[in-house]
Every structure is written in C-alpha cells, then in structure tokens.
C-alpha cells in the first residue's frame, strides 16, 4: 500500500477517534442551574405559577432552576437579557400573549423580535377575562351592557390598568363585534380600578378572580359573564358571554409560556417541553392553578410558533383601527 494513503489512512482515524473522544467528554445537560428570566415582578400571578412550575422542573432536571423577576420597561429588560442569552438551554424567557401578539404593533422599533430571536419551548397557561359590574349594576345581562353601549355612544364607560392593556384591548374588541363606541378610562394600576368599578365611578371592566377577588369577594362588584367559550370551573353561575347575550366569540384571555435564544439545541428544547408538560399534570400543580383559574396549556415546539404567529395577526388590525402607539 503506497505510503501517502497509509498516511491519510491513519489522519483519518485520529480525527474519527478525536471526535468520539471529544462527544463521550460533552457534559450532559443540565449541568450546572437553569434560569428563567421573567418581565413579571414578585408575586404577581404569572411569577407565582413560572415558581410552581420551577420547582418541578428542579427535581426533574436535577439542577436548580431559578427565576429572576426583571419587571418593568414593557418587558423589554427581561427580553433583551434572554436575547443576549447563549443559546444553550441554560436561559429561558418567560412571555405572555400581549407581549407576543401586541407588541410588534404597538412599538415601531423593538430591542428584539419574538420570532427571530427565539426559540418557543412551550405555552405553561391560559385563562379568561370576567366582566366586572358594580354590584349594584342595572345590567343583569352582558345583552343589557350591549344594549346600553348602543343606546348611549361614547357615555358607557370602562375602565382598564393601561392604555393597550388586556382590559383595554377587550373593551376595544368588544365595540368591534358589537358596533358600539364606549369611553376608555385607563388607571394606573388595577387596585385603583377595582375600587373605582366598585363605586360605579367607571361602568364596567374586564379582571380574574385574583386581580379582582377581593372586591369580588366583599360583595362589591359582580361577575356579568365570562369572555370564554364556555363557563369556568370553580364559577359555574357565571354564564359566558355568549349565554348572557352578547357577541358569540368575544373571547378575551391570553396564556403566558417560555421561550429560548435562537439556536438552542433541538433536543434541549424537547427535554425542557417535556419537563414542563409533565410538571403541568401533576395533581398538586393543578390544584394550585385552580386558584388562579389557570388552565394548563403546553404544546409542541411547532404548535407554539403557530400559536405566536395567530396572536401577532390577531391584534393588529385591533390596535392599528384604533391608532394605539407606545412610542
């Protein structure tokens, strides 16, 4: 045999052998604490249900998974530190449904772009909105808020936690399905708003048995309906919005879930959608989330992106009708 190929022969068996060497020595993942970086401050629902979920993801995984709350900004602390993450499955972020779907439309120019900067690993939740009344509310009937919206352009008023928040954004969804113009009152925070939909200072407000519970629970407000296909657990007297005479489809909820820097390992991916689903089944879980009147939401990987692309498409023509900007 010429010397030459004896020689490659030989080149080539060290680098096959280089490279064996080289994939045995990779660490198995995870090796060393996972982070989950969220926009949602400490206590707030969102972060309580991502620390559920952290703790079982702990013991599956076997390494510490730790949540770091970076609140304000519009979420963007939180997304641009994802975003400069390496793309190793040690860094997730933690988004919920407006920031996905409202965004693009609401900023011209965003420090990042939920479709080519990440990755999705799963949705974790979805809920729905109540329609909050006084309690002393004339209105029996999502039909009589309807009919009153009509009767009275621009006088029946609600109120929300921002302008382009969930409850903003439902009360313009509402007067695109029913043809009504209603007056927006935008609060500073939804403390304030409850109390003031409680007085009768503001007609009505969309609110979750947390962010509305405790006047809900004092008796000072009503639940008129439930902006969801069909009625919640835990509040079966509460018709949706449907059975009480409104629009069929006005839906108004959103799902909060995780994504990855760009690039990360498919089969990261698919351990860490995996861990989370099955944290998502367990019985103690599930318990927790009925008190938030969470619904367990995970998916595949593809489904998500789907899911993303659907929520993008379904605000814009909401927020640009009524030339909503943030910047």
């Known amino acids: 045999m010429p010397t030459s190929l004896i020689a490659r022969l030989l080149a080539a068996t060290v680098l096959v052998a280089a490279a064996g060497s080289a994939t045995a020595a990779a660490p198995a993942y995870p090796g060393r604490p996972v982070k989950i970086v969220t926009p949602f401050a400490v206590g707030q629902g969102p972060d309580v249900l991502l620390r559920i979920v952290a703790e079982k993801l702990t013991a599956s995984l076997g390494q510490?998974?730790?949540?770091?709350?970076?609140p304000g900004a519009s979420g963007f602390l939180a997304f641009e530190a994802g975003k400069r993450a390496a793309p190793d499955g040690y860094t997730l972020?933690?988004?919920?449904?407006?920031?996905?779907?409202?965004?693009?439309?609401?900023?011209?120019?965003?420090?990042?772009?939920?479709?080519?900067?990440?990755?999705?690993?799963?949705?974790?939740?979805?809920?729905?909105?109540?329609?909050?009344?006084?309690?002393?509310?004339?209105?029996?009937?999502?039909?009589?808020?309807?009919?009153?919206?009509?009767?009275?352009?621009?006088?029946?008023?609600?109120?929300s936690?921002?302008?382009?928040?969930?409850?903003?954004?439902?009360?313009?969804?509402?007067?695109?399905?029913?043809?009504?113009?209603?007056?927006?009152?935008?609060?500073?925070?939804?403390?304030?708003?409850?109390?003031?939909?409680?007085?009768?200072?503001?007609?009505?407000?969309?609110?979750t048995p947390v962010s509305a519970g405790p006047v809900y629970q004092a008796g000072k407000v009503r639940f008129l309906a439930v902006a969801a296909p069909q009625r919640l657990p835990g509040y079966p007297q509460v018709p949706t919005v449907a059975q009480a005479g409104g629009p069929a489809g006005y839906e108004v909820g959103g799902w909060n879930g995780l994504f990855v820097p760009?690039?990360?390992?498919?089969?990261?991916?698919?351990?860490?959608?995996?861990?989370?689903?099955?944290?998502?089944?367990?019985?103690?879980?599930?318990?927790?989330?009925?008190?938030?009147?969470?619904?367990?939401?995970?998916?595949?990987?593809?489904?998500?992106?789907?899911?993303?692309?659907?929520?993008?498409?379904?605000w814009g023509p909401i927020i640009k009708g009524a030339d909503i900007r943030l910047d």
């Open 93 to 159: 972020v933690h988004m919920d449904s407006y920031h996905v779907g409202t965004q693009p439309h609401l900023f011209a120019k965003l420090p990042y772009d939920v479709r080519k900067d990440f990755d999705p690993v799963t949705p974790l939740v979805k809920n729905y909105f109540f329609v909050v009344v006084p309690a002393g509310s004339k209105w029996r009937t999502f039909a009589d808020l309807v009919a009153a919206g009509k009767a009275r352009p621009g006088q029946v008023s609600y109120g």
């Open 161 to 207: 936690w921002g302008i382009a928040s969930p409850a903003h954004l439902g009360g313009l969804l509402l007067e695109s399905a029913t043809g009504t113009s209603m007056m927006h009152v935008p609060y500073k925070e939804s403390a304030q708003l409850y109390q003031s939909v409680a007085v009768g200072d503001v007609d009505w407000t969309l609110g």
């Open 64 to 70: 510490q998974v730790i949540v770091e709350n970076r």
């Open 262 to 314: 760009k690039g990360t390992p498919v089969d990261i991916v698919q351990r860490l959608n995996q861990g989370i689903a099955a944290a998502l089944k367990a019985p103690d879980v599930l318990e927790k989330l009925a008190t938030f009147t969470y619904e367990p939401y995970t998916m595949p990987p593809r489904d998500m992106a789907r899911l993303v692309d659907e929520e993008i498409a379904k």
